[in-house]
């Protein structure tokens, strides 16, 4: 089946420590985004990449990393720099750039300090 | 600029209770209109989405309709059931070379049997 996997599902972060979450997809999507989502807050957009070896600031892109190496992969490094970055981490992808194109969605990971 | 606000729940219903959840949205130009919805501990699922006014999207008993001159898209389920029961956003997206969507803050959904 054609989806989004994002690993771990929750993951812990120690004060000074820098943690890569990691999204796949096999869809063929050329576009992936990451959201982050706090309580109340709907969702919001850090970093997109529309093409490979390509991507681009979101809203809050600030602590935070990427990369897109590979079409199918969209990984997320949250950094030291990221002073309160507890909360849900949502990848998502897209065929393209129609406004009509749905984004399907991974299951999340869950982000903590220890 | 643009934006999306929703209702604030949570919304509790009865089982076969009439829902509506109610969205509007600030627009510079003429989006598409999504809904989403999300069970405990996963991610979004695509609804239902419009893509043009007066548009009706509609997925398993649930419909709105874009509404330009109110600039609304409404939820509405004829009969709601326990499973109905998770969080619903509302949310836009111009596609373009950013693409990505501006979301509601969400509408926490509880039916009780």
């Known amino acids: 089946d054609g989806g989004i996997t994002q690993s771990p599902k929750y993951l812990f972060r120690k004060e000074g420590q820098n943690v890569t979450l990691s999204c796949e997809q096999n869809?063929?999507?050329?576009?992936m985004y990451w959201y982050r989502q706090d309580p109340g807050q709907g969702l919001r957009l850090i970093y997109y990449s529309q093409i490979v070896n390509d991507f681009q600031k979101g809203d809050i892109a600030e602590g935070y990393s990427v990369s897109r190496e590979k079409k199918e992969s969209f990984p997320l490094t949250v950094t030291s720099a990221q002073k309160n970055p507890t909360a849900f981490y949502l990848c998502?992808?897209?065929?393209?750039?129609?406004?009509?194109?749905?984004?399907?969605f991974g299951d999340g990971t869950r982000l903590s300090i220890l | 600029g643009d934006s999306v606000t929703q209702m604030e729940g949570p919304v509790t219903l009865s089982e076969e209770a009439f829902l509506t959840i109610n969205c509007t949205y600030t627009a510079t130009g003429y989006p598409s209109l999504f809904w989403y919805v999300q069970y405990p501990g996963e991610g979004l699922q695509l609804l239902l989405k419009a893509t043009k006014a007066d548009d009706k999207g509609s997925n398993k008993g649930f419909e709105a309709t874009y509404r330009k001159e109110t600039t609304s898209f409404h939820l509405e389920k004829g009969s709601v059931q326990v499973s109905d029961s998770a969080v619903y956003f509302c949310?836009?997206?111009?596609?373009?070379?950013?693409?990505?969507?501006?979301f509601g803050k969400g509408t926490k959904l509880s039916v009780k049997p």
């Open positions: 998502a992808s897209a065929q393209g750039q129609a406004s009509n194109q749905p984004q399907h």
């Open positions: 869809l063929n999507h050329d576009a």
């Open positions: 949310a836009l997206s111009y596609g373009g070379s950013q693409g990505n969507l501006i």
